[in-house]
């Protein structure tokens, strides 16, 4: 009823004008994936159709044929791993803390998380280098520690959605409850505060797997090997394979922010 | 396992001051350290040292013969390109992104429509890099899905006056493809915050579907709208993968301007000329990103 009083009004459109924009532009967008899904089926990059670029895949020799990029596929999920801890162990507990204990910190934090979107990749990276070569001293050149820099990469995406979520609980009650009962504060932030937290978290979580998953810019200057550089590395000797791996890749990034607007649903029936 | 010592801390601490402000003084900053140690070390030492080399030479001498470098005529050309592309994809995306919201207005926003186009958004904005790249080649490359059914079903040749793109030209429908989404996820909020009593009150005095969105709707819509375009054209601004993907040769637009002064292998010191192209996007996204600030502001006085 609201919706067909809201149409007579005129703040919405009707139901031509909307779905003729949605399939026209849905059409439009859906032809590039289109084009990849008919691209891994071709024999040759001209003409005929085959199913072995799939098949290829699954065979004995597909372990060592693409060993290069299964290896970097592994260097990105650990990539991805530890720059999901660095968000949970250095950024949450510092949201936490200034939501509670700075609030004049509020606008200077949300500023510093923001800085990212200003220095682009390719700016962060030439002076990524130098600093680089200290890190390489200090742990070694383990594919892990590019995490460090994706940490940073990551930044305002994770600090908008744990923002989202500390905004909508009211963390202060819930603190000072916790302290009238007289529990520590140890004991409020592992049983009561981080639990209301988990959605925020676990957005902020699969927002920074889909962008780690999706970097090249400092893994391809800094010499490192993750999903995005080896694809492109593949894609120049077979270029069927490099594109089945990126349609993989999308699929998988888009059920991982499908399942964070599920999170995002659910909050809003339980409350 | 966390049970267990929270009655005795609680029970034991001594002062009650300690127990009434647990968060309290230097304990409390000590905890804003490793946040501020990161950032200092993985933030702001890269961005400074990223800046400040455009100011050196090889020897590590004052010059700025590098910032001057920026005023060759093929530099400038990369900038004005890097403008451009980010300037016509930022506003055919912003226009094309709007209409999309616009349809999407009063759809149940936990329906399978609006969850999908969410999600597909995100992925595009966010994620392709060098697989929009990909798609690109496989739709409309030389031997493309799109390229070959227009050549032989339609007699069009796209690329009759040469294959475009693997240059500047050929970033505009790569772009496009990440900005429309990017416009999806930023400004549905803003549409979002349109109330309903608005529309009703403007009914109510008489006004009419133009009139609502004339005097009403666009005019709050405003701020937003060109707070998002300029967050579309820092995105486009400073994309590289897409491009280093595309365009392997070359320096065309700044950011590979840039790739071309890191790996460079046959002029030596152009290590410094990146710091200063650097340096140059820099001040470019800082002036965008704070026109994006000043209309955000002006944006969350409608959504309280």
């Not at chain 2, 930023?186 to 009150?201: D, S, V």
């Not at chain 2, 340096?279 to 965008?288: A, F, Q, R, Y």
Request: glycine residues 8%; aromatic residues 10%.
């Amino acid at each position: 009823m609201t919706t067909r009083s809201a149409v007579r009004i005129g703040a919405e459109p009707g139901r031509l004008p909307r779905t003729l924009i949605l399939v026209i532009v849905g059409l439009i967008m859906a032809v590039p994936i289109i084009g990849m899904i008919e691209f891994t089926f071709r024999a040759g990059l001209s003409g005929g159709y085959t199913l072995d670029h799939w098949t290829g895949l699954v065979d004995e020799d597909a372990a060592r044929t693409y060993r290069g990029l299964f290896q970097a596929i592994g260097n990105s999920l650990v990539l991805a791993v530890v720059t999901v801890a660095i968000v949970v162990v250095i950024l949450l507990p510092t949201m936490i803390l200034v939501h509670l204990r700075f609030p004049r910190l509020q606008r200077l934090l949300e500023f510093v998380c923001i800085i990212p979107i200003t220095v682009p990749a390719i700016v962060l990276v030439v002076g990524l280098a130098p600093v680089y070569s200290v890190v390489v001293k200090v742990f070694g050149s383990a594919p892990w520690t590019l995490a460090f820099a994706y940490g940073i990469t990551v930044l305002p995406y994770a600090y908008r959605a744990i923002q989202a979520n500390l905004e909508a609980v009211d963390m202060r009650t819930l603190f000072e409850a916790g302290r009238t009962l007289s529990a520590s504060w140890p004991r409020i932030l592992w049983h009561v505060l981080l639990p209301n937290l988990r959605r925020g978290v676990l957005a902020a979580s699969f927002i920074s797997v889909a962008v780690v998953l999706g970097e090249f810019t400092i893994a391809s200057f800094l010499n490192r090997s993750n999903l995005q550089t080896a694809l492109l590395q593949v894609s120049k000797s077979d270029p069927w394979v490099a594109t089945i791996f990126a349609l993989l890749a999308l699929l998988f990034a888009f059920i991982l922010l499908i399942s964070i607007g599920r999170l995002g649903r659910e909050r809003k029936s339980s409350s | 396992m966390t049970d267990a010592p929270a009655p005795v801390s609680a029970s034991g601490d001594a002062g009650t001051t300690s127990r009434r402000h647990p968060l309290r003084g230097a304990v409390a900053y000590i905890g804003l350290t490793p946040f501020a140690a990161y950032v200092l070390l993985f933030l702001a030492i890269p961005t400074t040292l990223a800046v400040g080399t455009g100011f050196f030479t090889d020897e590590g001498e004052l010059t700025l013969a590098n910032i001057e470098g920026l005023l060759a005529p093929n530099v400038l050309q990369a900038f004005w390109s890097s403008i451009w592309v980010s300037a016509v994809t930022a506003v055919a995306g912003a226009i094309i992104g709007a209409l999309v919201c616009y349809a999407m207005l009063g759809m149940r926003p936990d329906g399978a429509v609006r969850s999908f186009v969410d999600a597909a958004s995100g992925v595009l904005a966010q994620f392709g890099g060098v697989m929009l790249a990909f798609a690109f080649i496989a739709t409309i490359g030389s031997q493309g899905l799109v390229r070959v059914w227009m050549q032989q079903a339609l007699g069009i040749d796209i690329y009759a006056d040469g294959n475009w793109l693997y240059q500047v030209p050929g970033l505009l429908p790569v772009y496009l493809y990440f900005q429309v989404p990017l416009m999806i996820i930023t400004f549905m909020p803003a549409l979002h915050g349109l109330k309903t009593q608005w529309a009703e009150a403007s009914a109510t005095l008489g006004g009419t579907r133009l009139t609502y969105w004339t005097r009403i709707a666009i005019p709050v819509l405003a701020p937003s709208f060109l707070g998002s375009l300029l967050l579309l054209f820092a995105n486009a601004f400073s994309s590289y993968a897409t491009a280093a993907a595309l365009i392997s040769q070359g320096a065309q637009i700044v950011p590979l301007q840039i790739r071309s002064a890191l790996v460079s292998e046959t002029v030596l010191g152009r290590e410094n000329m990146a710091g200063a192209l650097a340096l140059g996007m820099i001040v470019i996204m800082v002036i965008v990103m704070w026109g994006y600030s000043v209309l955000q502001s002006r944006t969350s006085r409608w959504q309280r």
